[in-house]
């Protein structure tokens, strides 16, 4: 069983950076693809990044491309979201994922394929 923990949420003015940390649990989180959500008032919840267990492949939402970046650390069983460039429409709680099915090579954009999530941190962007 995963256990996923996000933090480093918080308000930031546009144009600022945030770089949020999961910490995972349990002894399949190395072997899962990786990735962040995120969901704002009255909005669907929406694809942001992910990873794969292997750390060779990245996908980023289009309207993220170029600001945001995935990454993890397999010794530290942890996984970053590095946003850059920060807009008041990346405004939402954002959440960590983790997927269903160990070791494959690619990864998802539907939430779906992800069956462990966090609680969700709190990214608010002020303009």
């Known amino acids: 069983q995963v256990q996923l923990v996000e933090s480093g949420g918080g308000l930031v003015q546009t144009g600022g950076s945030l770089r949020l940390s999961c910490v995972g649990s349990?002894?399949?989180?190395?072997?899962?693809?990786m990735g962040w959500f995120r969901q704002s008032p009255g909005k669907e919840r929406e694809f942001v990044a992910a990873?794969?267990?292997?750390?060779?492949?990245?996908d980023y939402a289009d309207s993220v491309k170029g600001r945001f970046t995935i990454s993890r650390d397999k010794a530290k069983n942890t996984v970053y979201l590095q946003m850059n460039s920060l807009k008041p429409e990346d405004t939402a709680v954002y959440y960590c994922?983790?997927?269903?099915?160990?070791?494959?090579?690619?990864?998802?954009?539907?939430?779906?394929?992800?069956?462990?999530w966090g609680q969700g941190t709190q990214v608010t962007v002020s303009s």
């Open positions: 994922v983790a997927e269903r099915w160990p070791y494959r090579g690619t990864v998802s954009t539907g939430p779906a394929m992800y069956d462990t």
């Open positions: 990873i794969t267990w292997s750390a060779t492949i990245t």
């Open positions: 349990g002894r399949t989180f190395s072997t899962r693809a």
